[in-house]
T-cell receptor
Framework: AAGVIQSPRHLIKEKRETATLKCYPIPRHDTVYWYQQGPGQDPQFLISFYEKMQSDKGSIPDRFSAQQFSDYHSELNMSSLELGDSALYFC?????????FGPGTRLLVL | KNQVEQSPQSLIILEGKNCTLQCNYTVSPFSNLRWYKQDTGRGPVSLTIMTFSENTKSNGRYTATLDADTKQSSLHITASQLSDSASYIC??????????FGTGTRLKVLA
C-alpha cells in the first residue's frame, strides 16, 4: 500500500539559508500535517492543511511557511535557517481521523 | 490552558513485566485521546484512539483506559518485550484538527 512520501530524506544547510521540504500524502487523503522533532524531543505540531486551506496552526515560526497544492502535496518552506532548526520534520496525512506518518526529513543546519 | 501531562517521564522495566503509563489532560473541547509509540528516529505509530464514550480499548498487549470524568488515561503494557522500548506519547484532540501532545514517557525494557 502507498505510504506518505517525504523528500528529501536528508538535507544539510547553512545558517541563513532556505530549505523546502516536500510531502506527498497517501492517495485520496485530504489533510496534511507537519511536525518538528528536535533531538531527544517529542514531535511538535507545526501546521495542518485540509483541502488546500490551512486548518490549524501550532508552534510554527514566522520564518516558516507552508502550503498544500491542488494535487494535495504539501511543501514546508523554511527561511533564514538557524542552528536550532536542525530536527526531524515529519509529515502526516489523513482522510478522516487516523494520521499516517511519513519517514521524515532530517535537516541539519550548520 | 490546554495541557497534557504524562508520568512517569522515564521508566525501566525487565522483560516480561507489566507496566502502566499515565496521561492527565486539561483540554476543552475534548474530541479524542490517542496513544502513540515512537521508536527513536521514527515517526509515531498510533496504538489506540478513544472517544469520550469509550473506557477501554486494547491493541494486542497494549490496553488503554480513559476516564473522561477525571480526565485521565492510562496505557497498560502486558508481558513487555525488548521491542517495547520507545517513547509513548499521549495526544488529545481538541475540536477537529487541534492536537495537544503530552510530554511523553520513555520506556526502556531490559533483558
Amino acid at each position: 500500500a502507498a505510504g506518505v512520501i517525504q523528500s528529501p530524506r536528508h538535507l544539510i544547510k547553512e545558517k541563513r539559508e532556505t530549505a523546502t521540504l516536500k510531502c506527498y500524502p497517501i492517495p485520496r487523503h485530504d489533510t496534511v500535517y507537519w511536525y518538528q522533532q528536535g533531538p531527544g524531543q517529542d514531535p511538535q505540531f507545526l501546521i495542518s492543511f485540509y483541502e488546500k486551506m490551512q486548518s490549524d496552526k501550532g508552534s510554527i515560526p514566522d520564518r516558516f511557511s507552508a502550503q498544500q497544492f491542488s494535487d494535495y502535496h504539501s511543501e514546508l518552506n523554511m527561511s533564514s535557517l538557524e542552528l536550532g532548526d536542525s530536527a526531524l520534520y515529519f509529515c502526516a496525512s489523513s482522510l478522516v481521523e487516523t494520521q499516517y506518518f511519513g519517514p521524515g526529513t532530517r535537516l541539519l543546519v550548520l | 490552558k490546554n495541557q497534557v501531562e504524562q508520568s512517569p517521564q522515564s521508566l525501566i522495566i525487565l522483560e516480561g513485566k507489566n507496566c502502566t503509563l499515565q496521561c492527565n489532560y486539561t483540554v476543552s473541547p475534548f474530541s479524542n485521546l490517542r496513544w502513540y509509540k515512537q521508536d527513536t528516529g521514527r515517526g509515531p505509530v498510533s496504538l489506540t484512539i478513544m472517544t469520550f464514550s469509550e473506557n477501554t480499548k486494547s491493541n494486542g498487549r497494549y490496553t488503554a483506559t480513559l476516564d473522561a470524568d477525571t480526565k485521565q488515561s492510562s496505557l497498560h503494557i502486558t508481558a513487555s518485550q525488548l521491542s517495547d522500548s520507545a517513547s509513548y506519547i499521549c495526544v488529545v484532540t481538541s475540536g477537529t484538527y487541534k492536537y495537544i501532545f503530552g510530554t511523553g514517557t520513555r520506556l526502556k525494557v531490559l533483558a
